[in-house]
Nanobody
Framework: QAQLTESGGGLAKPGDSLRLSCDASAGTVNLYVMGWFRQAPGAEREVVAAISWGGGTVDYGDAVEGRFGIRRDNNKEAVYLQMVDLKPEDSAIYYC?????????????????WGQGTQVTVSS
């Protein structure tokens, strides 16, 4: 059973940077698309970023476009989310997710495997 484990969350000030990591356990060889979602209290889970198997195709949520960057290292079975210029509205639990397909999707319902999440809080 594939498992995803996030790390790197924490408390940041507005304008700070953070990098989240997601490590995939054994059994992820067929997890083609990987990505990050986030969910704030009282809000729906929303896409942050997604990346294709080879890394050549990426997609970002409108709220983070231009500030966040996603990349993956298939040799290490890991995906990373670099977040810069953090804003209070970026505060949420960030989840790593993966799909057993080659097409990217912004819908949380299309992901097959989820991590437990890591909290990111942006506050002055």
């Amino acid at each position: 059973q594939a498992q995803l484990t996030e790390s790197g969350g924490g408390l940041a000030k507005p304008g700070d940077s953070l990098r989240l990591s997601c490590d995939a356990s054994a059994g992820t060889v067929n997890l083609y698309v990987m990505g990050w979602f986030r969910q704030a209290p009282g809000a729906e889970r929303e896409v942050v970023a997604a990346i294709s198997w080879g890394g050549g195709t990426v997609d970002y949520g409108d709220a983070v476009e231009g500030r966040f960057g996603i990349r993956r290292d298939n040799n290490k079975e890991a995906v990373y989310l670099q977040m810069v210029d953090l804003k209070p509205e970026d505060s949420a639990i960030y989840y790593c997710a993966a799909r057993r397909t080659y097409s990217l999707s912004r819908s949380p319902q299309d992901s097959d495997v989820w991590g437990q999440g890591t909290q990111v809080t942006v506050s002055s």
